[in-house]
Each structure stands twice: as C-alpha cells, then as structure tokens.
C-alpha cells in the first residue's frame, strides 16, 4: 500500500491511521504548488483531481476522499478498535464525525488557505469554525476523544485539520478542552512518529 502524501495536509489524518493501525506502507510525498512527485514526475498523472491524500492498494487500484479513506483503514484493523464494525450502533457517530469534519470544519479551512478569499469570507469562515470548535470544546469536557475514551479514525482527522490553526495563526485558547485534546493526540506515539516523517516534529 502506498500513501500519497502533504506535509502537514489532510493527508496526515489518513497517515495517522495507518500507524495507528500498525498497517505496512510506503508514504509518498508530494509537492503541492509543483504537483510533482520525488522523482519530478507529474501528479496529475496519479490523481487528475490533483489533490491528496491518494491511497494506491496492493493491486495497484488508486482511492481519494480522507472520509472513504480513513474507513478503509479502520476496518483494517481487526479488533475495531479505530473504527467500530459495520452495522454496529456504535460505527455511526464515528462515520457521522467523518462527514461532519469533511464538510463543516475541513472545507471551511480551505477557504483560510486561498491568499485570494475575500476578507469577508475569511471573517464568515473563521465565525463558523469558531462554533464548530466551541461544540468540541463542550464534547471534551467529559471524554479524552471525541466518541468517548477511545482514540478512533475521526480523531486522527479532527486532529489534523485542526492543527492548521498553528499554520494560520488561529488560537484555541478560548477552548481549553480542546486544546488539552489536541495535545492529548500530539502525543500518541503513532501520531508523534507520522508527524516527525512528514518533517513536523525534529
Ligand atoms: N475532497 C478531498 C479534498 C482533499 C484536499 O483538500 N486536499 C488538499 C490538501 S488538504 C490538496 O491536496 N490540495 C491541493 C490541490 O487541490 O491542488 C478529500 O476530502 O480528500
């Protein structure tokens, strides 16, 4: 298996996963302004969409999407442990953080990215994360993870996206638990080995 990689970019939810997994595989990194490979060849060629993360399986099949892609990897793990078994009451608020997360905090970020977006959109933007983080924040007061007080595959995403507010100069001071949270994930040994290869930690 094979991870198609970003420094620091969504793709780390799914790299996250695959460690926390114990799963074999070979990350890539990708440069996104160039969308190159290491080797300088184009990465259009292994997602014309031209975005990551791309998980490429042993049979050589290419996938996208971290929501589709971090339940791939969960159920990989056979003891449920990263994400609980098909029809099982207790999948649903783990895929429902998936989309949720994907949808509402996620594709807000990426409007934050753009040097282009209008001020107000920032603003709008920034507004609708702040409740979003304000939820969590209420969420946390009384688990260590966000489905309860086991580590899943929607906490690896959550993670990541918001970790970019230590990119974009965004505080979560205003939401302690929150904050407790995402240093509680930093310092899971899988997380902490994800991030020093993606060259985030010395
Ligand atoms: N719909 C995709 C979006 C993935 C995405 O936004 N990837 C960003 C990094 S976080 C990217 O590779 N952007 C570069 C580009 O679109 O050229 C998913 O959920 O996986």
């Avoid at 997360?101 to 282009?116: R, V, Y």
């Amino acid at each position: 298996m094979k991870l198609y990689y970003a420094t620091g970019a969504c793709s780390l939810a799914v790299h996250i996963a695959i460690r926390e997994a114990g799963l074999a595989f070979e990350p890539v990194k990708v440069s996104l302004p160039a969308h190159t490979l290491p080797d300088g060849s184009d990465f259009y060629q292994v997602n014309p969409r031209g975005y990551v993360p791309v998980l490429e399986l042993d049979d050589g099949s290419r996938h996208t999407e971290v929501a589709a892609l971090l339940q791939y990897v969960g159920d990989q793990d056979a003891s449920h442990r990263l994400l609980p078994a098909h029809g099982s009451s207790a999948r649903l608020p783990v895929l429902g953080l998936l989309a949720f997360i994907s949808s509402e905090l996620h594709k807000s970020f990426s409007w934050l990215w753009s040097k282009d977006t209008a001020e107000s959109t920032r603003q709008t933007c920034q507004d609708k994360l702040a409740k979003r983080f304000a939820e969590f924040d209420q969420r946390l007061a009384d688990s260590d993870y966000l489905t309860g007080d086991g580590f899943t595959v929607a906490d690896a995403y959550a993670f990541t996206i918001i970790n970019w507010c230590n990119f974009l100069g965004m505080s979560l001071a205003a939401y302690p638990k929150l904050q407790a949270y995402m240093a509680r994930v930093a310092a899971r040994p899988a997380v902490q080995e994800a991030l020093r290869v993606e060259g985030l930690l010395k």
